[in-house]
């Protein structure tokens, strides 16, 4: 059974960057999709980026319209982490993220939480105006 933990979550003004981390123990990163969502109160849980494990077409990063340009996703298979490096930060940016792995090799990146099979707990980004 796959864990994966989330850090590097914070407040920061609007303008700055953060970086956070996803960690995985208990399973392999390799082939297998991951991607990062986040959820503001009163909202449902959305796609922010996500990172194809098999990569056919060259192209393997994925974002939603709202924070392409602004934030990019990276996967490290050997350290079983993934990142999401995030900057111009907005005050529309404030959500709990959480990182999301695939439990099968796959080259598709889903947009649906019911594309995922492991879930970290959530880490907490503030934007201030």
């Known amino acids: 059974q796959v864990q994966l933990v989330e850090s590097g979550g914070g407040t920061v003004q609007a303008g700055g960057s953060l970086r956070l981390s996803c960690t995985g123990s208990g399973g392999t990163f390799y082939s297998k999709s991951a991607s990062w969502f986040r959820q503001a109160p009163g909202k449902e849980r959305e796609f922010v980026a996500g990172?194809?494990?098999?990569?056919?077409?060259?192209?393997?990063?994925y974002y939603a319209d709202s924070v392409k340009g602004r934030f990019a996703i990276s996967k490290d298979n050997t350290k079983t982490t993934v990142t999401l490096q995030m900057n111009s930060l907005k005050p529309e940016d404030t959500a709990i993220y959480y990182c999301?792995?695939?439990?099968?090799?796959?080259?598709?990146?889903?947009?649906?939480?019911?594309?995922?099979?492991?879930w970290g707990q959530g880490t907490q980004v503030t934007v201030s105006s």
């Open positions: 999301a792995l695939t439990k099968s090799p796959t080259a598709s990146v889903p947009r649906g939480r019911s594309g995922y099979d492991y």
């Open positions: 990172v194809a494990g098999i990569n056919f077409s060259g192209s393997s990063q």
